[in-house]
């Protein structure tokens, strides 16, 4: 399997390539961080008081958000794979789990949030070093420990979220590695550079914090539209086009195993949802509260708007239609959640519902790449759209970040007479498809040379669950279950 | 003996069933199978991808009779199993040499 | 299919007629509303303080009671139809987690809790005007978004419940046709009833609102045994009537295709019904706790009493009988759960098991008609014992309504010495029965001249989720999994 | 099946034998209790005040330690078995959902929490009298209600996870009587040594009680190493040993039938864990997030602990192992969580995951006993290797128990140079071995003794699903799906 | 050459194949079906609907040995397939013409 | 009329299908095996226990043809069924009494 670039995938290479040109007066100017006021020790504020109702959500959050991953897109990515491949594919949420929580620990929080230039953190917080129940510059009214481990939560389901593109299709060893160096190189500085203090795109979202957290580029995002979801959805689309399609796709019909597990996937990812964007606030009050109805309403919209178009064009309106129109609704306004109004929230919803129908069924089909489970279709496209029209509904009396109220601004968005902040939100879209598009394809053409990406031939054919974990998703044969005695499969040995 | 297989449609199978047990026979082994044939399949579309699910889910009955029995089951099958539709399904015959029964080891006719 | 009434049907068609009779003086009273002194914006508390205890308390309990829908009622549901309406029967609690939503923001809230008459309320809220961060009166401690979210969950999954009397047999169109205008016409009024400000039956529990929100037919409903389970399950008992039953139904088996699925949706019920229960109290207290214990104790003492009466009458207690029993004491509870203690609520549970065991599986047969699911068998029947038994078992001690203050009283239940909560009861359950029953037959009639109700032969043979969504549940053949290549599926185009 | 100890299960019956003897001396001294003050009405203290966050948190907490058993436990283990058994295994999480619920408000909560001596409390609670919306001493900001439920969610996983052990072979009948005796005997009186007032092993966690609370041999267990893990896991050891093996065991493969219901089942039940671990804090704040993100690390440092041996071991890291580990990873955190540093957890995680590897894999064959779903060798080996590291790795900056502030104590683990603790966690250890151990197995000879445990032959080769409930998990034939019509099931009656 | 179609209780399986491989005959084709026979099948109860499940597991092998080796396979399944039980299946024989290995296209008793 | 029992590889199923249409049988049945042969099953494995797994997931299709084109569909078969790997599977030919189409009653020639 060598990657020789297809016609479309070139495209997309000079489209990286103009990108990065265009951005680099905006990284020149990044260069010179701002001079910025600390609390004393940098993060922790020391004497800070600790709010029992914003803990208890915050922690209720976090439950939430990992909920999302696992068992929520464990079984949403898990029911749409052939039978063969269902295990692996939990497996891949389940162990990002596992293996990021501890990276994070180690250094990836670290690298995110400890004090840094505008586009990383440093070591200070490495091994969770100085991370104790004092609360932080980042979330003043909860422990510095809770704000990390609901960061972390947000660390695990956007590489998880990648596994959508390779599905089917990738080593184990490899996913791992890839999801390692992805989280470190792409993750963690996206992560602070949108809400890092001083972070490039910092815009000092709901917190009375000074100058210090703002950066020179300040854009919305609420809850992760681009650290999230473009970064994970244009890494997706790296993954497609790198490690090329499942054998037999386009001949062959692929049909999700078991949409069963994915509307219970996508139910819970809605609920999860509530964590995820209501939890951004850091504390249970109204913004919060605005948030989360924003992310449901967006959620009931999209899926709406799918089935519609659905219903218009093919003829009948399915149920994976459905599902896969809520979570492009979530995920359209993750960003804007915080800073728009429920109406427009319905709105937008409405919008990427229709537009992520024909990202997941035409676009792909005509650029002729295998987006297994449509990672990109939902999460690059719509996380697109929606850090851009977060721009457009933006709402300056729902939420001001401090950067607008420095700057006396009483306005956020296009549609009250204010067009800044989708000038930066366009620049913040297209450095994160850059960093991302760029990073995961130099990550993936350095994994394929050294152990390479894909499982072989005969790996493909009989599985990942067998070829990568020796199991299989199901055993329902008459032979172990009716009878406790002989069968087909015979014990040979006990380890 | 004989050996009748009878492809019929899956709702049909407990009125196959009675009108042959009618005759006094019993023994019949049912297999899920998937048919081919005249009768469309259906669509089914995931995500856009639109697929042609070319078969028909039938039963497979194989029953084992002696060969005097076999005109009385034919027919009893052939009537229980027709609805008129396209799919109704295919009846085969065709000689059994020697029958089993495992439990007492009694054979051909004496094991039916 | 034509819809002609069958004995039973009749019979109950005259019963809700001499009910209506029974009721029109109450309805008279009604009509002059009380003078009622009201906040000086009507609903909204602009200087209220709010609480993030009770805030984080109320959001959780939110996502708690989406999770009741989707996926808890999804699965529940799902896995009681047979294998080939599997997806439609989970299609229709997903796609009312979108429908209403959008509609309780256009419209749906604004008649229940905007400020109106005794029946319904007004305009005030339409496309969620006016309801932002600040308490209202409803709930004087946590945002009115919150409370607004909070409520939506509960009109989402009144008309899921109903699903249950339907399933397996219903056009997906004419099925979310029927929900909206339910909502819209049974739903919001019986809402604004039972909680809204005047409120008919507003008995303005647990808050110290003055006499603005008490209705003239005060009654006790912590967390809607009429608004949610009556109506729906009455409704439900109207759906299998005018419908009809299943094709095959009585003649041929319909077991359920998964037990499995319905396990693990009746105790994800089980968990958000502490949401809907204990948050039902509005806040983070002990009233919340005195709810949610409650409502446990009931669930448990639910199945309970079903597998013990099942064990006499037929030999084994089923796991299919527990959960349905656990079901049954969750819904008894709902009006009592924040006005009694624990140990009444396990003998409510012991009590709903039985008669609930009977109302599934005696009484349905005898009448004839086909509840598919047991909508009206669990919730009307159990909806109905348990605004009885509220009446009855209720304990001032726990809980005493604005109106019991305003009026000197000490005592709610009859149990305690008092009768007047009981008459009130009898006399809001016979209101819910008539407005559901009536109101769903009109309905169902008008759709069904309309646009017809069920599904052709052909479909219904195939089953749903072919017919009405073109997919199927599972796909588990060999010839899909086994191989990445040609199986007896070909794909024959791209959307 | 009689039942003849063999050479391994004699060799543990000394090894009990021999630990009685060794703790003598420390049970007479337990039994002059220390003079303690208490609040004026021994438990409930009535004025105090109601935290609404911690009030969240908690009740937030209790529905997710429900989640652990159902749906949680109920998949995890319902995975695992074969599918003629998933609904009976399935069934035994609910059942006690239900039964132990009804036995916690009768006598349970009593025995564990109301005043007794330091081995059992008392009757004062029974019926739940005196468990009001007040706070009480366990919890002094939270409703005893509140802490009753939060308890009784632990009462009800405890048991069920003895389940693993009898899997597939125990009569529904037996295992619900031995479970509500078990409850009694040994559940409750664990609970109250280790968390209730005056309880031998209390240490005062957390809490600032006075010496009220403090026993005799106050050991470290945060939120249930000892009573919850180490107990059903001894317990299980020696359920698996008196019942004997499954028939077939051995010599035929019993693959689970649907590890991907054991997926999920897993991650619910670490999502569940923070609600177990956090809410063990009985507060939101640092101690609450302190626990809730070491539960978190261990977790994720189990699942990569056990696939890493695995993969060295058995060449391929599998599905199952991965989920294994988590879980030993969680249970081993328990009694620690409170008190340890995230890193100190990652390196617990470990070492877990690679031991439980071995005692699931290896010990069982080694020592001959169908431990069928390794609850002793996760929960029991896991369990008191926690509370054993738990006396190495606790620091006493992180959490210091009013024993060890009464005592002038600043430190608490091995590590920092203070071994006390690790005596009496091994003292603890012991103890709950002894206690669980012979225990379960009185209580196992009585219940054969008198009923049988096991199903017969014929029950047992047909499946408990049919046997002990006369259902069947799974219903999937076309005959059911492909019509509505005749099959070859028929419907011949309705009850 | 000979097609035996044995009709087997499923924990029977193992011990029929390995007598099987003892004779020398090593390819196997198992179908997992449903048998109606003398054999009771069993109740089943949702909600009170009683369902009466008539058929029993059971797994159809199909055997293709050269007409010489029938005997003893036959022996062979019968002997390791009895359980004495009703419900140990029955054992058919009939006749084969032709017989290819779609891998060389070898015919006959050479692709057995 | 003969029958002719032909396991393959699932995946080859589609081609075979394709061929024997070419030739204008469209009627074909396929039923879900499981094969034991020369082609070796796989391993799994649960906490530990090694599962030996004998068995390989075949399809076999059942075929009745009219005697004269026999041949032809023997070789249409083997031919697309082959990809030259062990377990490429058999076909076994047997004759066939009898056939009736159940919908019209047609019998043996016609039915086909
Ligand atoms: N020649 C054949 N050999 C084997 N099975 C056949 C044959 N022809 C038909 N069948 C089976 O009979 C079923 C019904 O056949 P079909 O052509 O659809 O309808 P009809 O028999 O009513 O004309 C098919 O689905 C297939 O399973
Ligand atoms: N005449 C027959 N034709 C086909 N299959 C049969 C016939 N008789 C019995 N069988 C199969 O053999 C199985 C066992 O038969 P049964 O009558 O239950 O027991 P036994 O063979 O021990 O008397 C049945 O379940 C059925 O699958
Ligand atoms: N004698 C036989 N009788 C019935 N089925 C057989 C026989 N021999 C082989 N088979 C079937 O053919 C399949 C392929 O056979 P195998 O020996 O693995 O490969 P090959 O045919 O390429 O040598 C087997 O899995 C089995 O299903």
Not at chain 1, 410 to 433: C, D, H, I, P, S
Not at chain 2, 8 to 32: C, D, N, Y
Request: with cysteine; proline share 4%; glycine share 12%.
């Amino acid at each position: 399997m060598r990657f020789v670039p297809t016609a479309p995938s070139k495209a997309l290479l000079i489209v990286f390539t103009l990108l990065i040109a265009a951005l680099l007066p905006a990284w020149a100017a990044a260069a010179e961080p701002l001079p910025v006021t600390l609390a004393p020790d940098g993060i922790n504020l020391v004497n800070g008081q600790i709010n029992s109702g914003d803990t208890a959500w915050m922690l209720t959050s976090s439950a939430l958000v990992l909920m999302m991953t696992g068992p929520g897109l464990a079984l949403f990515y898990g029911g749409l794979v052939r039978r063969k491949n269902v295990l692996a594919t939990m497996m891949q949420s389940f162990i990002l789990m596992a293996v990021i929580s501890v990276l994070w620990a180690i250094i990836g929080y670290s690298l995110a949030f400890s004090p840094g230039n505008s586009f990383i953190g440093g070591f200070e917080f490495a091994f969770l070093r100085g991370v104790g129940a004092a609360p932080s510059i980042y979330a003043q009214t909860i422990p510095h420990t809770t704000w990390m481990i609901f960061q972390l939560m947000f660390a695990i389901i956007t590489p998880a979220l990648i596994c959508g593109a390779y599905a089917e299709r990738m080593k184990f060893s490899s996913m791992v590695i890839f999801s390692v160096l992805w989280l470190v190189l792409i993750y963690c500085p996206m992560a602070h550079m949108v809400w890092g203090l001083g972070g490039l795109f910092n815009s000092g979202i709901g917190l009375d914090l000074g100058s210090a957290v703002i950066g020179q580029l300040p854009a919305l995002d609420f809850a992760g539209g681009t650290v999230v979801h473009i970064s994970s959805g244009v890494s997706a689309l790296v993954c497609a086009l790198v490690l090329g399609h499942r054998r037999g796709y386009k001949t062959h019909p692929m049909p999700p195993h078991s949409v069963v597990l994915s509307v219970v996937g996508a139910a819970l990812l809605w609920v999860g949802w509530f964590g995820f964007n209501g939890g951004s606030a850091l504390s249970a009050g109204g913004l919060a509260s605005s948030a989360l109805i924003a992310t449901h309403f967006a959620a009931a919209a999209g899926a709406l708007g799918w089935i519609f178009i659905e219903w218009l064009k093919a003829g009948k309106p399915t149920v994976l239609g459905a599902i896969s129109g809520a979570v492009a609704g979530l995920v359209v306004i993750t960003p804007a959640c915080g800073f728009t109004t429920p109406m427009y929230a319905i709105l937008m919803g409405l919008i990427v519902g229709v537009v992520c129908f024909f990202s997941a069924t035409s676009l792909k089909h005509l650029m002729g790449y295998d987006d297994s489970l449509d990672a990109f279709g939902v999460h690059g496209v719509g996380g697109t759209l929606g850090a851009i029209l977060t721009g457009v509904f933006a709402v300056g009396a729902v939420n001001l970040p401090y950067y607008y109220q420095r700057h006396g601004l009483t306005k956020t968005g296009l549609l009250e007479g204010y067009g800044g902040t989708l000038v930066n939100q366009l620049l913040a879209t297209g450095f994160t498809w850059v960093i991302a598009g760029v990073g995961s394809l130099i990550l993936l053409l350095l994994i394929k040379a050294i152990m390479g990406l894909r499982v072989n031939e005969a790996d493909e054919y009989s599985g990942l669950d067998l070829s990568q974990h020796g199991e299989s998703g199901y055993n329902l044969e008459d032979a172990y279950s009716a009878t406790y005695a002989e069968s087909g499969a015979t014990l040979i040995e006990e380890a | 003996m004989r050996m009748i297989e009878a492809v019929i449609q899956p709702h049909r199978l407990e009125a196959v069933k009675s009108a042959l047990a009618k005759l006094g026979i019993l023994g019949v082994t049912a297999i899920e199978c998937k048919g081919f044939g005249r009768q469309m399949g259906h669509t089914e579309r995931y995500r856009g991808a639109k697929m042609d699910v070319g078969f028909i889910p039938k039963i497979m009955l194989k029953i084992c009779v002696k060969s005097a029995d076999c005109p009385a089951a034919v027919a009893a099958i052939v009537e229980n199993g027709r609805t008129g539709q396209v799919g109704d399904g295919k009846l085969f015959v065709s000689p059994v040499e020697q029958v089993v029964r495992i439990r007492t080891g009694e054979t051909d006719d004496a094991a039916l």
